[in-house]
T-cell receptor, first 115, second 111 residues
Framework: GAGVSQSPSNKVTEKGKDVELRCDPI?????LYWYRQSLGQGLEFLIY????????KSGLPSDRFSAERTGGSVSTLTIQRTQQEDSAVYLC?????????????FGPGTRLTVL | QKEVEQNSGPLSVPEGAIASLNCTYS??????FFWYRQYSGKSPELIMS????GDKEDGRFTAQLNKASQYVSLLIRDSQPSDSATYLC???????????FGSGTRLQVQP
């Protein structure tokens, strides 16, 4: 079956502009995660959605970052007033949400470059 | 102290040898452990998960977990040049859902 898909694959933007990144999880997966990977910080958690529950936003680095998930499926990560330090690969993952088996499968990522 | 620690490498092994990758974690209540493989320019690919003490084998891969020592390892038997990648160790703490990653170990398999 289809894996996690993300768009765009690459995004170049100017400092101060807003960007939207999209994630479409694996069909049937109820949990969705956003991570980012940068050279200096490694792979770090941003936000987690599970069904209709309130998202876990504990990893968001600032209030410029927000995310939503519509209809329990597709998610959009929005970064407002982008800064150069936001340059990274943004990765989305999804999982079947059981109590123990939380294997997360990653999409191909969106490489964001802020000039 | 980092939550998940890995030797950055590179770990260089000859083709056909066993590659041993190690990971330690600081939070004793961690409950789920994963190994991901990441090729340069690609996203992480799940290769093993382990939840109980002991060994878990899948093909050429064996994951080993020792919760008392807070240590998890990955053995790759009959290493192939195509195994050359960065291997990321990740853990999930009890009560949480997000993965916490180590910085990864770069493996080089020499033909």
């Amino acid at each position: 079956g289809a894996g996690v898909s993300q768009s765009p694959s690459n995004k170049v933007t100017e400092k101060g502009k807003d960007v939207e990144l999209r994630c479409d999880p694996i069909s049937g997966h109820t949990a969705l995660y956003w991570y980012r990977q940068s050279l200096g910080q490694g792979l770090e958690f941003l936000i987690y959605f599970q069904g209709n529950s309130a998202p876990d936003k504990s990893g968001l680095p600032s209030d410029r970052f927000s995310a939503e998930r519509t209809g329990g499926s597709v998610s959009t990560l929005t970064i407002q007033r982008t800064q150069q330090e936001d340059s990274a690969v943004y990765l989305c993952a999804s999982s079947l949400s059981t109590s123990r088996d939380n294997e997360q499968f990653f999409g191909p990522g969106t490489r964001l470059t802020v000039l | 102290q980092k939550e998940v620690e890995q030797n950055s490498g590179p770990l260089s092994v000859p083709e056909g040898a066993i590659a041993s990758l190690n990971c330690t974690y600081s939070d004793r209540v961690s409950q789920s452990f994963f190994w991901y493989r990441q090729y340069s320019g690609k996203s992480p690919e799940l290769i093993m998960s382990i939840y109980s003490n002991g060994d878990k084998e899948d093909g050429r891969f064996t994951a080993q977990l020792n919760k008392a020592s807070q240590y998890v390892s990955l053995l790759i038997r009959d290493s192939q040049p195509s195994d050359s990648a960065t291997y990321l160790c990740a853990v999930i703490r009890t009560g949480r859902r997000a993965l916490t990653f180590g910085s990864g170990t770069r493996l080089q398999v020499q033909p």
